[in-house]
């Protein structure tokens, strides 16, 4: 369903005849890389906005919202209930193409940007985003999977995955933005698409995308490949670490 | 200094693992233990999941209590068939621990489980070590020698088909009640994280009679190989070992132990199992307060496909 609007909307776009503004982007880097000594980083995004001759004049301004999309996740959102005076998982939830990561950069808040119907219809902020959760679960009651979307969104948020600021898009002139993407140490790795909208007087003007991956490399990514593509040979070689160092242990701490 | 962990996907403070390594082993050491049921707590409240956290702590136990079998077979304090009769039940029951842990995981039930495991494990053992050492050190106190004898009685286990000569360990007993706590510690082995020889050492001493001078050792041969074989079944299964945390653990862990046994070895007998009991018994009402007391949040994320 969201990507059937997304296209609409790029369809509308392409339709309006007089091409309005267009907007440039250049991001500081394209792979993130997770080496040993990662602890998260900061990504920049730059771009501008171009004009021509023909571009109506905006007097009130641009405003531009930017989104971060990680790799999608299966995710289930389960709830604790007391039974027989224990706390355990009871009711659960699926979320089957949650984004992993989620992070909307905007130079005000997003509800001063426009209507809330405008933005719910563009997926605007991080209280609109689409969340289908999987078919069949769904059926029960809207008061129930409302409970479950805002558990999921608070926990993702608490965890750092899923993050909305208001002045995280800087204006550096009327038509020269800077935006930042901070990226936490525990995020997966994968594609992460940018999806820039920018606004004028409360309507969507023009929208662009970009993308940048995140990708394990050297030791990570070697020790992490082999343990997924040779489980049995990993688990063999760790058995293995273990007796040599148990075995180092025991020679160096050797009393007689 | 931190480093990226490539399994739990998360950076971890290298000092600090290893500083929990040494902690745990100092105990593992001074109590003869693996002290899995403390490492692996420890881990998860780091914010390592537990799935990655008890597959971990699995090759780490392995570790030390390979360099404590390497120390004991050197005085020859242990008891090969034994332990080997103990494997064929342990092999089993960790093949069925590895199973229902991934059954469990799926299900959402997993912390459930480790948790109420815990409680009970812990709880009794607690207890019955408690009970055991004050009424030792009350005995010591009143000046009567400690009870060295060991029982002629019999238990109705005794009685059973498939009768085996352990001449190291001086007993004759059927097999069956042998492969049975073999399979009883490979499945709590696998499911909770823990080597188990806190349970079967007692096990070993007070129902099938093994002498105290080898239960240790043979303890110890039983605990390494169940715990490389969870290791490698935990690898293939769940693809849930990290083996760079499992290095500095372990690191840390044989580092502890050395020290610990030196200390160990200043202390009584009665009074190390009742410090022990305590211990045993503290952590496991830890575990019951997580599961009785309302937790600060009913919700819980679980990415049970896609990248992680």
Same mark, same amino acid.
């Given at each position: 369903?969201?990507?059937?609007?997304?296209?609409?909307?790029?369809?509308?776009?392409?339709?309006?005849?007089?091409?309005?503004?267009?907007?440039?982007?250049?991001?500081?880097?394209?792979?993130?890389?997770?080496?040993?000594?990662?602890?998260?980083?900061?990504?920049?995004?730059?771009?501008?906005?171009?004009?021509?001759?023909?571009?109506?004049?905006?007097?009130?301004?641009?405003?531009?919202?930017?989104?971060?999309?990680?790799?999608?996740?299966?995710?289930?959102?389960?709830?604790?209930?007391?039974?027989?005076?224990?706390?355990?998982?009871?009711?659960?939830?699926?979320?089957?193409?949650?984004?992993?990561?989620?992070?909307?950069?905007?130079?005000?808040?997003?509800? $001063?940007? #426009?209507? /809330?119907? *405008?933005?719910?219809?563009?997926?605007?902020?991080? =209280?609109? @985003?689409? !969340? &289908?959760?999987?078919?069949?679960?769904?059926?029960?009651?809207?008061?129930?999977?409302?409970?479950?979307?805002?558990?999921?969104?608070?926990?993702?948020?608490?965890?750092?995955?899923?993050? $909305?600021? #208001?002045? /995280?898009? *800087?204006?550096?002139?009327?038509?020269?933005?800077? =935006?930042? @993407?901070? !990226? &936490?140490?525990?995020?997966?790795?994968?594609?992460?698409?940018?999806?820039?909208?920018?606004?004028?007087?409360?309507?969507?003007?023009?929208?662009?995308?970009?993308?940048?991956?995140?990708?394990?490399?050297?030791?990570?990514?070697?020790?992490?490949?082999?343990?997924?593509?040779?489980?049995?040979?990993?688990?063999?070689?760790?058995?293995?670490?273990?007796?040599?160092?148990?075995?180092?242990?025991?020679?160096?701490?050797?009393?007689? | 200094?931190?480093?990226?962990?490539?399994?739990?996907?998360?950076?971890?403070?290298?000092?600090?693992?290893?500083?929990?390594?040494?902690?745990?082993?100092?105990?593992?050491?001074?109590?003869?233990?693996?002290?899995?049921?403390?490492?692996?707590?420890?881990?998860?409240?780091?914010?390592?999941?537990?799935?990655?956290?008890?597959?971990?702590?699995?090759?780490?136990?392995?570790?030390?209590?390979?360099?404590?079998?390497?120390?004991?077979?050197?005085?020859?304090?242990?008891?090969?068939?034994?332990?080997?009769?103990?494997?064929?039940?342990?092999?089993?029951?960790?093949?069925?621990?590895?199973?229902?842990?991934?059954?469990?995981?799926?299900?959402?039930?997993?912390?459930?489980?480790?948790?109420?495991?815990?409680?009970?494990?812990?709880?009794?053992?607690?207890?019955?070590?408690?009970?055991?050492?004050?009424?030792?050190?009350?005995?010591?106190?009143?000046?009567?020698?400690?009870?060295?004898?060991?029982?002629?009685?019999?238990?109705?286990?005794?009685?059973?088909?498939?009768?085996?000569?352990?001449?190291?360990?001086?007993?004759?007993?059927?097999?069956?009640?042998?492969?049975?706590?073999?399979?009883?510690?490979?499945?709590?082995?696998?499911?909770?994280?823990?080597?188990?020889?806190?349970?079967?050492?007692?096990?070993?001493?007070?129902?099938?009679?093994?002498?105290?001078?080898?239960?240790?050792?043979?303890?110890?041969?039983?605990?390494?190989?169940?715990?490389?074989?969870?290791?490698?079944?935990?690898?293939?299964?769940?693809?849930?070992?990290?083996?760079?945390?499992?290095?500095?653990?372990?690191?840390?862990?044989?580092?502890?132990?050395?020290?610990?046994?030196?200390?160990?070895?200043?202390?009584?007998?009665?009074?190390?199992?009742?410090?022990?009991?305590?211990?045993?018994?503290?952590?496991?009402?830890?575990?019951?307060?997580?599961?009785?007391?309302?937790?600060?949040?009913?919700?819980?994320?679980?990415?049970?496909?896609?990248?992680?």
């Amino acid at each position: 369903m969201s990507r059937i609007l997304a296209l609409i909307t790029i369809l509308l776009a392409c339709a309006v005849p007089a091409r309005a503004e267009q907007l440039i982007t250049s991001l500081s880097t394209h792979r993130v890389l997770i080496t040993s000594n990662f602890t998260g980083a900061e990504l920049i995004l730059f771009g501008s906005i171009e004009r021509d001759a023909e571009t109506v004049s905006r007097p009130g301004g641009y405003d531009l919202v930017v989104t971060v999309l990680g790799p999608r996740q299966t995710i289930v959102t389960r709830r604790k209930d007391r039974i027989l005076g224990i706390w355990a998982n009871t009711d659960s939830l699926t979320f089957p193409d949650a984004p992993a990561y989620l992070a909307v950069r905007t130079n005000r808040p997003v509800e $001063e940007i #426009a209507d /809330a119907a *405008t933005l719910q219809r563009l997926q605007v902020g991080l =209280a609109n @985003i689409a !969340l &289908p959760s999987a078919p069949g679960e769904d059926a029960a009651s809207n008061a129930r999977s409302d409970a479950f979307r805002s558990a999921f969104l608070r926990l993702k948020v608490q965890q750092g995955h899923y993050r $909305e600021r #208001a002045n /995280a898009v *800087t204006f550096l002139t009327p038509t020269l933005f800077r =935006a930042t @993407i901070p !990226l &936490p140490a525990d995020v997966p790795i994968g594609t992460y698409e940018i999806d820039l909208k920018l606004f004028a007087a409360g309507a969507m003007v023009t929208r662009e995308s970009n993308a940048f991956e995140i990708v394990k490399v050297g030791f990570e990514q070697f020790v992490a490949h082999v343990a997924q593509t040779h489980g049995f040979f990993y688990g063999l070689a760790t058995a293995a670490m273990a007796m040599l160092t148990g075995w180092l242990a025991s020679v160096a701490f050797r009393r007689d | 200094m931190q480093i990226y962990l490539p399994i739990a996907e998360l950076p971890v403070n290298v000092f600090l693992i290893l500083f929990m390594g040494v902690a745990v082993g100092f105990i593992s050491g001074m109590f003869g233990i693996g002290g899995g049921f403390l490492m692996t707590p420890l881990l998860i409240f780091v914010g390592i999941t537990p799935a990655v956290a008890v597959a971990s702590v699995a090759s780490h136990i392995a570790a030390s209590s390979f360099s404590g079998a390497m120390a004991y077979w050197r005085r020859r304090a242990l008891d090969l068939p034994l332990a080997g009769m103990l494997l064929m039940g342990g092999f089993i029951g960790t093949a069925g621990g590895v199973w229902l842990f991934a059954l469990l995981r799926s299900a959402g039930q997993l912390g459930l489980a480790i948790g109420l495991s815990y409680v009970t494990l812990l709880g009794i053992v607690g207890v019955l070590m408690i009970n055991e050492s004050v009424r030792a050190i009350a005995r010591a106190q009143r000046g009567k020698p400690a009870d060295l004898r060991r029982p002629g009685s019999h238990a109705w286990f005794h009685g059973l088909p498939l009768k085996f000569r352990f001449k190291q360990s001086r007993i004759y007993v059927s097999l069956i009640p042998v492969w049975v706590i073999g399979f009883v510690i490979g499945f709590l082995g696998a499911i909770m994280g823990i080597g188990g020889g806190f349970l079967l050492v007692p096990a070993l001493i007070y129902l099938l009679r093994v002498p105290t001078s080898v239960v240790i050792g043979t303890s110890m041969v039983l605990t390494l190989v169940t715990m490389a074989g969870a290791t490698v079944m935990h690898a293939a299964t769940n693809q849930s070992v990290d083996a760079v945390l499992a290095l500095i653990l372990m690191v840390g862990g044989v580092i502890g132990a050395q020290f610990g046994a030196r200390t160990g070895q200043n202390i009584r007998a009665e009074r190390l199992r009742l410090l022990l009991g305590l211990l045993v018994l503290s952590v496991g009402i830890r575990f019951a307060f997580d599961l009785v007391i309302r937790p600060d949040d009913l919700y819980s994320l679980q990415v049970i496909a896609g990248p992680t």
